[in-house]
T-cell receptor, first 110, second 115 residues
Framework: AQSVTQLGSHVSVSEGALVLLRCNYS??????LFWYVQYPNQGLQLLLK??????LVKGINGFEAEFKKSETSFHLTKPSAHMSDAAEYFC????????FGAGTTVTVRA | GAGVSQSPSNKVTEKGKDVELRCDPI?????LYWYRQRLGQGLEFLIY????????KSGLPSDRFSAERTGESVSTLTIQRTQQEDSAVYLC?????????????FGPGTRLTVL
């Protein structure tokens, strides 16, 4: 069965530093992969998705992710963290329904 | 345009009572999904509807859970004889269709507390 694994339940970064959130998937076929963000007491918002085509995907708020089939990874990055990036981030695979990773909580230090 | 809306935003109930949670999807979206987010348990798929096709109920945790959808509009998730382990945020989402490349748009959720 398809699953995604997020490494690290909590990440703390300084404002202006690189944000790197790790996601690995298990599948024998190219998956449809998504990154969602959840701000406190809100629903989920799509950051970006990979379906087919270009493996480097750019999303909203300066985030991007690279699909690497050889590493079965879809890590999320942002070059420079902002205080407003503090939230919980979920990697997910879509096979007609979303299967989510456990989530990574990001805190940003001033 | 209007996004996915859910009501109520918060619901407190006593163990053993029945509850109904409502979801209004984005107009024109044929697919509608319910997920559950329990503290420390992550996000779990419950059920999805696609047009007039039979719903995929594979994620419903027990027969106390049921859901209905009227055409391609509102959906109601019903939990009968609520238990404390049902306490969670219930999220509804909709998409243009159930195809896996489509974005699912989420509502703000209903926070259910079972005392």
């Amino acid at each position: 069965a398809q699953s995604v694994t997020q490494l690290g339940s909590h990440v703390s970064v300084s404002e202006g530093a690189l944000v790197l959130l790790r996601c690995n998937y298990s599948s024998s076929v190219p998956p449809y992969l998504f990154w969602y963000v959840q701000y406190p007491n809100q629903g989920l918002q799509l950051l970006l998705k990979y379906t087919t085509g270009a493996t480097l995907v750019k999303g909203i708020n300066g985030f991007e992710a690279e699909f690497k089939k050889s590493e079965t990874s879809f890590h999320l990055t942002k070059p420079s963290a902002h205080m407003s990036d503090a939230a919980e981030y979920f990697c997910a695979h879509n096979d007609y329904k979303l299967s989510f990773g456990a989530g990574t909580t990001v805190t940003v230090r001033a | 345009g209007a996004g996915v809306s859910q009501s109520p935003s918060n619901k407190v109930t006593e163990k053993g009572k029945d509850v109904e949670l409502r979801c209004d999807p984005i107009s024109g979206h044929t697919a509608l999904y319910w997920y559950r987010q329990r503290l420390g348990q992550g996000l779990e798929f419950l059920i999805y509807f696609q047009g007039n096709s039979a719903p995929d109920k594979s994620g419903l945790p027990s027969d106390r859970f049921s859901a209905e959808r009227t055409g391609e509009s509102v959906s109601t998730l019903t939990i009968q004889r609520t238990q404390q382990e049902d306490s969670a945020v219930y999220l509804c989402a909709s998409s243009l269709s159930v195809e896996s490349y489509n974005e699912q748009f989420f509502g703000p959720g209903t926070r259910l507390t079972v005392l």
